[in-house]
């Protein structure tokens, strides 16, 4: 017998199964998705692989055909399955097959199972009153501790006896053999909410949102496998209606996968889950540790979870009767890898359902264009829900123009109406969530004599200065102290430009002493765990203020606030991103959906240099309809997604001459190969938006059309193309809809 086996190698020119002979007695051990180790390469240096296919015969002829050398135990196998999805993302995504099976293999190694031993009393109590009584008279202390811990408990930990009653392994073992104690030894599973012990029952679901439920039910006990769109304002109920109906889908012998955007979002929505399913829940994200993430991969593996929650990595869950997967505020752009393979979970979300026999469900109350586009298309099944759960109300929206306040001498981040209203809720004790989507201190240090502005010397972006005083780096972590002297002119005139969210808590605390502020961004909350803190603090009342970047705005409900404020709306608006105006209708939308979600009426305060622009004025109004059309429009006028397909070829190298040589022959392949048909526009080779990132550089071409499958019979042909016309050390990666 002969074994296809990919190497556990990312490059491309070795991308390609090699034969393999499988050694008799392991022939009946070996199945597609075992991982294995073989000899590679002139020298037969063993290395790892995953077999992708078995057959009896070989085209090669038999002296060639090297050995499979075993069976690599400390790695996990991948299901038939999902080789086929990580196959499809390969061609898809324009991946490595290597780097595809990674990708569906969230949890790769295997970890030793975490034990817990428990003492208790292996005689009558009696029996121990009389021997702790013996121990006292001869003095023995140790001893004496431990009985009288077990008549105090009943049982004790090992790990307690050992630590907290300074007892010895071998006084343990001693005790044992007398048959004084007994120690039982049991596997525990790690992961996270083990706190969560109370159980919610289903509340009565409004008429909307039964009509939503039924209809899918419905579908899913007819054995209808199809996907769905459900577009429900924030605040609406859509959590209720996932968490029905996925009690349908384990009802029936299925199991379920509902994606999250952000860890932030984890704890409640976790918690909601617990309290509903209990124990069949697993988590996955990626502050778990190596040894929780394995023991909740497991749990899924063997069964004895139903439900897998968790981000874009969630949606591999190794599950053997997936019959749903939910993907919940699914126009998130953490749903899109920035490695390879450059995947979107709504597309391999889709693939993976189809290839299970699942159905999707993706939920929003601001839908991507892609989604709404195929929701109008007839593609997915939509469903509006409108109003909001219980005796909520939309919030009061103002928008304020920060010119008309900078014309007032108003210089700070606070408009006066926003300051006003941060008054009038601490006099209430009510509680405010402020939104700013920039981290730090100031923005950036710039020399005002030269104009020099202080960039990372790996990457091509400036350096944010913290309030320690050291400037960091976002992207690859370096850091370094704040010069006093311009480096280039050698000025004193240097100083900061722009605000953070650090600056802003600093600004807080002047004007509301006494307000009690939480600050989260990525710099806040880097412990393990310190989110869930913060979320939980503000949650059950201990801070008047809570201050974030767009972790706070994803998802999250506190009844008690009753006021929003969107300090500078306009951030995402102009950044260098076909999409820009969709994720600046996106952010403000979401963090306006967080206030008067109780039954307190809330307010949202949008600050804006540019009140009269499309997408803030429809968030401002709520109407998604008319940002979609006019969106639409301008995508449809410049061929860009959805309209139009649109294929990015990334090309990196850490040396830039070679990087600029090898895309610009690219490019003319490209411009060559469809050069009569008028069917695709090629631009570039341009530099990246972030030019180079941790000394590496990064290059783009983009191939516009309407032509799918002509652009992927193109991308088809590039690949075997640019192996031959790039040069050695280029990586090469393409990336359709990007």
Same mark, same amino acid.
């Given at each position: 017998?002969?074994?296809?086996?990919?190497?556990? *190698?990312?490059?491309?020119?070795?991308?390609?199964?090699?034969?393999?002979?499988?050694?008799?007695?392991?022939?009946?051990?070996?199945?597609?998705?075992?991982?294995?180790?073989?000899?590679?390469?002139?020298?037969?240096?063993?290395?790892?692989?995953?077999?992708?296919?078995?057959?009896?015969?070989?085209?090669?002829?038999?002296?060639?055909?090297?050995?499979?050398?075993?069976?690599?135990?400390?790695?996990?196998?991948?299901?038939?399955?999902?080789?086929?999805?990580?196959?499809?993302?390969?061609?898809?995504?324009?991946?490595?097959?290597?780097?595809?099976?990674?990708?569906?293999?969230?949890?790769?190694?295997?970890?030793?199972?975490?034990?817990?031993?428990?003492?208790?009393?292996?005689?009558?109590?009696?029996?121990?009153?009389?021997?702790?009584?013996?121990?006292?008279?001869?003095?023995?202390?140790?001893?004496?501790?431990?009985?009288?811990?077990?008549?105090?408990?009943?049982?004790?930990?090992?790990?307690?006896?050992?630590?907290?009653?300074?007892?010895?392994?071998?006084?343990?073992?001693?005790?044992?053999?007398?048959?004084?104690?007994?120690?039982?030894?049991?596997?525990?599973?790690?992961?996270?909410?083990?706190?969560?012990?109370?159980?919610?029952?289903?509340?009565?679901?409004?008429?909307?949102?039964?009509?939503?439920?039924?209809?899918?039910?419905?579908?899913?006990?007819?054995?209808?496998?199809?996907?769905?769109?459900?577009?429900?304002?924030?605040?609406?109920? #859509?959590?209720?209606?996932?968490?029905?109906?996925?009690?349908? &889908?384990? $009802?029936?012998?299925?199991?379920?996968?509902?994606?999250?955007?952000?860890?932030?979002?984890?704890?409640?929505?976790?918690?909601?889950?617990?309290?509903?399913?209990? !124990?069949?829940?697993?988590?996955? +994200?990626?502050?778990?540790?190596?040894?929780?993430?394995?023991?909740?991969?497991?749990?899924?593996?063997?069964?004895?979870?139903?439900?897998?929650?968790?981000?874009?990595?969630?949606? /591999?869950?190794?599950?053997?009767?997936?019959?749903?997967?939910?993907?919940?505020?699914?126009?998130?752009?953490?749903?899109?890898?920035?490695?390879?393979? $450059?995947?979107? %979970?709504?597309?391999?979300?889709?693939?993976?359902?189809?290839?299970?026999?699942?159905?999707?469900?993706?939920?929003?109350?601001?839908?991507?264009?892609?989604?709404?586009?195929? $929701? #109008?298309?007839?593609?997915?099944?939509?469903?509006?829900?409108?109003?909001?759960?219980? +005796? $909520?109300?939309?919030?009061?929206?103002?928008?304020?123009?920060?010119?008309?306040?900078?014309?007032?001498?108003?210089?700070?981040?606070?408009?006066?109406?926003?300051?006003?209203?941060?008054?009038?809720?601490?006099?209430?004790?009510?509680?405010?969530?402020?939104?700013?989507?920039?981290?730090?201190?100031?923005?950036?240090?710039?020399?005002?004599?030269?104009?020099?502005?202080?960039?990372?010397?790996? &990457?091509?972006?400036?350096?944010?200065?913290?309030?320690?005083?050291?400037?960091?780096?976002?992207?690859?972590?370096? +850091?370094?102290?704040?010069?006093?002297?311009?480096?280039?002119?050698?000025?004193?005139?240097?100083?900061?430009?722009?605000?953070?969210?650090?600056?802003?808590?600093?600004?807080?605390?002047?004007?509301?002493?006494?307000?009690?502020?939480?600050?989260?961004?990525? !710099?806040?909350?880097?412990?393990?765990?310190?989110?869930?803190?913060?979320?939980?603090?503000?949650?059950?009342?201990?801070?008047?203020?809570?201050?974030?970047?767009?972790?706070?705005?994803?998802?999250?409900? /506190?009844?008690?606030?009753?006021?929003?404020?969107?300090?500078?709306?306009?951030?995402? *608006?102009?950044?260098?991103?076909?999409?820009?105006?969709?994720?600046?209708?996106?952010?403000?939308?979401?963090?306006?959906?967080? %206030?008067?979600?109780?039954?307190?009426?809330?307010?949202?305060?949008?600050?804006?240099? !540019?009140?009269? +622009?499309?997408?803030?004025?429809?968030?401002?109004?709520?109407?998604?309809?008319?940002?979609?059309?006019?969106?639409?429009?301008?995508?449809?006028?410049?061929?860009? @997604? @959805?309209?139009?397909?649109?294929?990015?070829?990334?090309?990196?190298?850490?040396?830039?001459?070679?990087?600029?040589?090898? %895309?610009?022959?690219?490019?003319?392949?490209?411009?060559?190969?469809?050069? =009569?048909?008028?069917?695709?526009?090629?631009?570039?080779?341009?530099?990246?938006?972030?030019?180079?990132?941790?000394?590496?550089?990064?290059?783009?071409?983009?191939?516009?059309?309407?032509?799918? #499958?002509?652009?992927?019979?193109?991308? =088809?042909? *590039?690949?075997?193309?640019?192996?031959?016309?790039?040069?050695?050390?280029?990586?090469?990666?393409?990336?359709?809809?990007?």
């Amino acid at each position: 017998m002969y074994a296809d086996i990919i190497v556990n *190698l990312s490059v491309k020119s070795i991308d390609r199964p090699y034969t393999y002979r499988i050694p008799e007695d392991l022939e009946d051990k070996i199945v597609p998705g075992t991982p294995v180790m073989v000899p590679f390469g002139n020298g037969g240096r063993v290395i790892k692989g995953f077999v992708t296919g078995i057959h009896a015969g070989a085209t090669l002829s038999d002296d060639r055909i090297k050995n499979i050398c075993g069976i690599c135990d400390k790695s996990n196998e991948i299901e038939e399955k999902m080789l086929s999805l990580a196959a499809w993302m390969k061609e898809q995504f324009g991946s490595t097959m290597n780097e595809a099976i990674k990708c569906c293999l969230p949890v790769k190694d295997k970890m030793e199972n975490k034990t817990v031993s428990t003492i208790t009393p292996g005689v009558p109590f009696e029996t121990l009153r009389n021997a702790l009584s013996e121990a006292l008279e001869k003095k023995r202390t140790a001893r004496a501790r431990l009985y009288e811990a077990l008549i105090d408990k009943g049982e004790i930990g090992r790990a307690y006896a050992l630590k907290e009653l300074k007892l010895t392994a071998a006084t343990l073992r001693d005790e044992e053999e007398k048959g004084f104690i007994k120690i039982t030894t049991v596997d525990e599973v790690r992961g996270p909410y083990k706190d969560i012990t109370e159980r919610d029952v289903p509340p009565e679901l409004t008429p909307g949102q039964k009509l939503i439920t039924e209809s899918i039910k419905n579908d899913l006990r007819e054995g209808i496998r199809s996907d769905y769109l459900i577009f429900g304002e924030t605040g609406s109920g #859509k959590t209720e209606i996932y968490m029905d109906i996925i009690s349908e &889908c384990i $009802a029936s012998g299925k199991q379920a996968i509902m994606l999250i955007p952000e860890i932030s979002l984890t704890y409640q929505t976790v918690s909601r889950f617990i309290r509903r399913f209990g !124990d069949r829940v697993s988590i996955m +994200n990626s502050r778990l540790s190596p040894g929780e993430r394995f023991d909740q991969y497991m749990r899924a593996k063997n069964g004895l979870a139903d439900i897998m929650i968790g981000p874009r990595s969630a949606l /591999f869950a190794p599950f053997e009767r997936l019959g749903l997967i939910v993907m919940d505020e699914e126009h998130e752009t953490s749903y899109k890898s920035e490695s390879s393979p $450059a995947y979107h %979970a709504r597309e391999v979300a889709l693939r993976r359902a189809a290839i299970e026999g699942a159905s999707v469900i993706l939920g929003s109350a601001t839908p991507s264009l892609e989604s709404y586009a195929m $929701a #109008k298309a007839g593609r997915l099944k939509l469903f509006k829900l409108t109003g909001r759960t219980g +005796n $909520a109300v939309h919030p009061d929206v103002y928008l304020v123009d920060m010119r008309e306040e900078l014309r007032k001498k108003n210089r700070t981040m606070f408009s006066y109406t926003l300051r006003e209203q941060i008054e009038n809720r601490l006099a209430k004790k009510e509680q405010v969530m402020l939104f700013l989507n920039r981290r730090g201190y100031s923005t950036s240090v710039s020399c005002r004599e030269c104009g020099t502005v202080i960039k990372c010397p790996h &990457c091509d972006v400036t350096m944010t200065l913290h309030k320690d005083g050291r400037m960091i780096c976002h992207y690859c972590g370096y +850091n370094a102290e704040r010069p006093s002297l311009c480096p280039k002119c050698g000025s004193r005139y240097i100083g900061t430009f722009g605000a953070g969210t650090q600056k802003i808590e600093e600004e807080l605390k002047k004007i509301w002493p006494q307000a009690r502020i939480i600050r989260m961004d990525s !710099d806040s909350v880097r412990r393990k765990g310190s989110m869930d803190e913060c979320l939980k603090t503000f949650e059950r009342g201990g801070a008047d203020i809570l201050l974030g970047t767009q972790m706070i705005v994803k998802g999250h409900d /506190f009844p008690n606030v009753t006021l929003v404020g969107i300090l500078l709306a306009d951030l995402s *608006l102009y950044s260098p991103d076909l999409r820009s105006g969709e994720r600046t209708f996106e952010l403000i939308a979401q963090a306006s959906g967080r %206030a008067g979600r109780g039954s307190k009426k809330g307010m949202v305060v949008i600050q804006t240099y !540019d009140p009269e +622009n499309y997408a803030i004025v429809s968030a401002a109004k709520r109407d998604y309809e008319s940002f979609f059309e006019e969106e639409m429009a301008y995508r449809v006028t410049m061929g860009y @997604p @959805p309209a139009g397909i649109m294929l990015a070829i990334n090309l990196s190298s850490e040396k830039e001459d070679v990087l600029e040589e090898s %895309a610009g022959r690219l490019a003319k392949i490209v411009r060559n190969l469809y050069s =009569d048909s008028g069917r695709f526009k090629v631009i570039g080779p341009a530099k990246a938006s972030l030019y180079k990132i941790k000394d590496i550089f990064h290059m783009v071409i983009y191939v516009k059309t309407y032509d799918g #499958k002509g652009l992927r019979a193109l991308g =088809d042909e *590039l690949r075997q193309k640019a192996a031959l016309n790039v040069a050695e050390g280029v990586r090469v990666e393409y990336n359709y809809n990007n």
